[in-house]
């Protein structure tokens, strides 16, 4: 059986997809069982009803760079920033639209945890710091920025300010066909979704 046939079998016998739960290693299944290791097909009630599409890559139009609608280079991508008095966001929101292949594709939501009244660099602001330190032309980002500014004493950690830019998300998937009502920019099925760390530029 050529490739191209064993491509076209599988996609008949997983038609919603394929997922990993967990290699199969021994400690893999001390740790979650044998139920749970190796390749589990994708539910149809993990799709949209609509429209059939599922939430991964496998068999999409849109998978190519240059397909429908601009391909892979269109599909938005979601970056959620949780910051806590980080001097270094200005750079990571920097490098994450300089060195993106297409700019205009990348939706940052930033929940900026910060001490009011204070004049330390810590607490300057992630968006006005790029803007004077690192793009004086920022305003062509402004619509793909949202920021939450949050007083650093009322921090309650990390994760709580990541489960809130998860809720931020989920929430304009479940409102992206009522304008009125998004929080910030809609979310389809297929979008890109990313949690990083404020001071993660370098790598960006």
């Not at 001390?30 to 390749?39: L, P, V």
């Not at 001097?87 to 060195?99: G, I, V, Y």
């Not at 402004?142 to 998300?169: F, I």
Request: glycine share 6%; net charge negative.
């Amino acid at each position: 059986m050529s490739a191209e046939e064993k491509k076209t079998q599988h996609e008949k016998d997983h038609p919603y997809g394929t997922t990993l739960l967990a290699r199969d290693k021994p400690e893999n299944r001390r740790q979650w069982g044998a139920d749970h290791i190796g390749y589990v097909d994708v539910e149809a009630s993990e799709c949209d009803p609509t429209t059939g599409r599922c939430p991964h890559y496998a068999h999409r139009s849109d998978a190519a760079r240059d397909g429908p609608g601009g391909g892979a280079l269109a599909t938005p991508i979601h970056l959620l920033i949780a910051s806590f008095r980080d001097q270094l966001c200005p750079r990571t929101l920097h490098n994450a639209f300089r060195r993106a292949e297409n700019p205009d594709r990348v939706y940052i939501r930033i929940i900026e945890q910060t001490e009011e009244g204070s004049d330390l660099i810590d607490d300057a602001g992630c968006w006005d710091r790029y803007c004077q330190d690192y793009n004086t032309d920022c305003q062509q980002y402004k619509d793909n920025v949202r920021t939450v500014h949050v007083n650093a004493k009322d921090a309650k950690g990390p994760t709580d300010a990541r489960s809130k830019l998860s809720a931020m998300v989920n929430h304009d998937y479940v409102h992206r066909d009522e304008p009125t009502q998004l929080d910030f920019h809609r979310v389809e099925l297929q979008d890109f979704c990313m949690q990083i760390d404020s001071h993660m530029g370098k790598w960006l």
